[in-house]
Structures are given as C-alpha cells and as structure tokens.
C-alpha cells in the first residue's frame, strides 16, 4: 500500500470548489491533510469545506479571484498564519476554446493569469516556507492541450505548455531546498468542464482514446497525492494520464 505520510501536512489547492479540484480537496482530506481551498466561487467551496469538516478544523475555504495579485499574495498571508503550507497544488484555469481568430486581448490575458502567473506567484510565495523548513511538494496541473496542437487552443494551450516548462525551471531551482515540482497532464476528466463540451464532439474526442473512456477526477488525484508524498524522488517530471490519448 502507498504510503504518502500526508497526515498533518498542510496543502493548498487551488479551483478547490468543483471538478478535478474538489476531488484533491477529498483525497488529501482523506490521508489526513490540512487543506486550503481556494477558489473564486465563493459558495461551492464552502459548501464543501463544512460537508468535509464541520468543526472547521482542517478545511480552510478562502475565496479569491487569482487574476488578482494582491488576492493571490493575501491567499498566501492567510494560508501560511493558519499553518505553514507543506504541498501546493496548482489546479485552477480558465479554460477558453476559441481560434486564434476569435480571441480577444482580455481573453488571453485572463487565461495567462490563472493558468500560468497564479501558478507562478502563489509558488514563490509558499516555497519561501518551503525553503526554510527543506521540505516542499509542488504540482501543477497541465494538460494534454499544452503538450499537442487543437483547433481551438491557443491562449489556454499555450498556458499550459508554459506551466510545464514553468514546472521544470522551478524544479531545477527548488530542488536543492528538498522542494519538488512537477505536472500532471491529463486529455479529459469527467468534470464539469468536460460535461459542458457537446455531446458528439466529446463522443469523438473519447473514441480517439485508446482506454475507451476518459478519467475520473479520483484518477489524478490519486497520481497527485503520489507526487506528493514524502518520500518521492521524482521532480521535474510531467505525468500524462490520458488513457493512451498522447503517447511520447
Ligand atoms: N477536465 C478535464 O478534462 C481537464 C483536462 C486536462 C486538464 N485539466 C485541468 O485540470 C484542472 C481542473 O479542471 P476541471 O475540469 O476540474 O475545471 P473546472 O472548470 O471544473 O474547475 C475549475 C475551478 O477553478 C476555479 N477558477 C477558475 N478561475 C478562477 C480564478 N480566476 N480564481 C480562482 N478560482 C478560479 C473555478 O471556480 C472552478 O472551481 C485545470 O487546470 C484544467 O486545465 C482538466
């Protein structure tokens, strides 16, 4: 059996309320993590902040919008004078499925904001702790759009190509403070950023899987609560888990 030695440790997940994000929040919670949870939506994350803990002791749920620095740094603020964060999880983004004809400036800067400088800034932020106390796990969440080309990707393809070759550099620069830094790629979740694609077009894209089916939300958490535990001697590393879908 696996043994992640996560009980007591304190994780930050960010995009918390729903989906892929609200599954890490249940897997970390469930190897006896303190968890952050932060998202912009306010309500879902409450609501399953006091479903998982009631007493309010071991789920903090901060709302913040990460396109904004200053609610990015004061996450941080918070997060660490409740207890010292341990591991970071970088999971929310903007999806965006428009050309490179239809994209607005607005638009690709939205998408750069949370899906690459959140990651980038709330990193620097937890690992100064990290640093001192020589221990950190960091992940990020990629996707296979950032790793081969789609019709409709541009600006959210290229965040995440960017966020892992982000996860390599701060790898290199981390791993000497005991901090590792990797992704986790997957091709589609059944979250409700998929379940919103039409139904045809998510029947095509599943037939292009060789497993014949996309992945639960619980699979990659799983792959990420791996990565984090203490004893990995993995960093640098980008994990596809997309059912065959990119083979490399
Ligand atoms: N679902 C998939 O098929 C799939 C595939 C590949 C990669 N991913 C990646 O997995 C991660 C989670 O995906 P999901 O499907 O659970 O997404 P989702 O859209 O269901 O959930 C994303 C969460 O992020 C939050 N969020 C969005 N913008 C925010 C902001 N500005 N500030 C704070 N919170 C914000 C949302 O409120 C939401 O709770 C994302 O990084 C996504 O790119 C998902």
Redesign the pocket.
Known sequence: MLDTRLTGRTVLI??S?????AALVRAFHAEGARIVA????EA?NRALARELDPQGERVLPLR????DLDAVAGVCRAAEAWSPVDVLVN?????LAKSLWETTPEEWDDVFA?NLRAAFFLTRAVATGMRERGFGRVVN?A??AGQTARPTGAAYGSS?AALIALTRVFATELAPHGITVNAVS????D????RSIDADALAQLTAQVPLGRIATPDEVARLCLFLCSADSFITGATYDINGGALMR
């Open positions: 960010t995009g309320a729903q989906g892929l994000g932060v998202d912009v939506d879902g913040a919008d990460l396109r999971n929310a983004a903007r999806p949370v969440m996707s296979i995440k997957p091709a589609m979740v979250t409700p950023m998929v």
